[in-house]
């Protein structure tokens, strides 16, 4: 009896040792005496023990927080830059086989394309083109881990960090900037009312009716201020006569 228990037990410990289960999200790349064989789950199947070994590898999307960079912008500028990675596992047999610890690999791929990219740009770009930045450095990033059988999603710049004296100098600038505009637009304001003056002057000239309407609009409007300033009306046909008179004199004074 005792013979073919000891048999018993060994093929039940050795049924539950084979027996595995997967969720559908994982897979489990199997070998077979080292040698790849293939990749299964998800669901229950069976191992032959100490034959063969199994790798689990993750299918869904992996959000890796790249560490903060110091990068020197092309203009020669110190910031600190941080991001964040998202990437999948397509191909668990890659991931497996062609690269040791494949999320610690992506990592430090991820931190070393982050400054060569952004080291190619000047700050201004860095602070007013971050969704080309990103997508520059998705397209790098994905096309190097292709072999590895990751996807890499998508890549997010979080933060460009600079220091102190760099963020007054970019007030200064921009304060003269919003100073040059503000007097160019003054400037061009000058202009256009010049421009209005003298379109209305030379409609003035031409009807002296108009100039002295004007003179009577502009004493109504000093009526209506509180203004301790006299004016006495001078008829224009006065001041005509006046310049005749002055002509006349003129030419008689050459006679």
Request: no cysteine; charged share 25%; net charge negative.
């Amino acid at each position: 009896m005792f013979a073919y228990l000891i048999p018993i037990v060994v093929l039940v410990l050795l049924l539950f040792a084979s027996i595995r289960i997967l969720p559908e999200y994982r897979r489990g790349v199997v070998f077979f005496l080292g040698r790849f064989q293939n990749v299964k789950g998800p669901g229950l199947f069976f191992l032959i023990p100490v034959v063969q070994k199994m790798e689990v590898v993750d299918l869904r999307v992996i959000t890796m927080d790249v560490p903060e960079q110091d990068v020197i912008s092309q203009d020669n500028v110190t910031v600190r830059v941080n991001a964040v990675l998202y990437f999948r596992v397509v191909d668990p047999q890659k991931a497996i086989i062609q690269v040791e610890h494949f999320v610690n690999a992506t990592s430090q791929l991820a931190q070393t394309t982050l400054r060569s990219v952004l080291g190619k740009h000047d700050l201004d770009e860095m602070l007013s083109e971050r969704d080309k930045l990103n997508d520059d450095i998705q397209e790098i990033i994905d096309a190097q881990t292709e072999a590895w059988g990751i996807k890499v999603a998508n890549v997010e710049i979080k933060h460009v960090d600079l220091d102190e004296s760099m963020i007054r100098a970019i007030a200064r600038q921009a304060e003269a900037e919003r100073e040059r505009r503000a007097k160019v637009i003054h400037a061009e304001g000058e202009q256009q009312a010049a421009e209005k003056l003298v379109e209305a002057a030379d409609i003035m000239s031409r009807n002296s009716a108009a100039l002295q309407l004007r003179y009577l609009q502009t004493m109504s409007d000093m009526s209506n201020k509180n203004a301790s300033t006299i004016v006495f009306p001078l008829p224009m046909d006065i001041m005509e006569a006046f310049k005749a008179m002055n002509g006349f004199k003129g030419s008689t004074g050459s006679d």
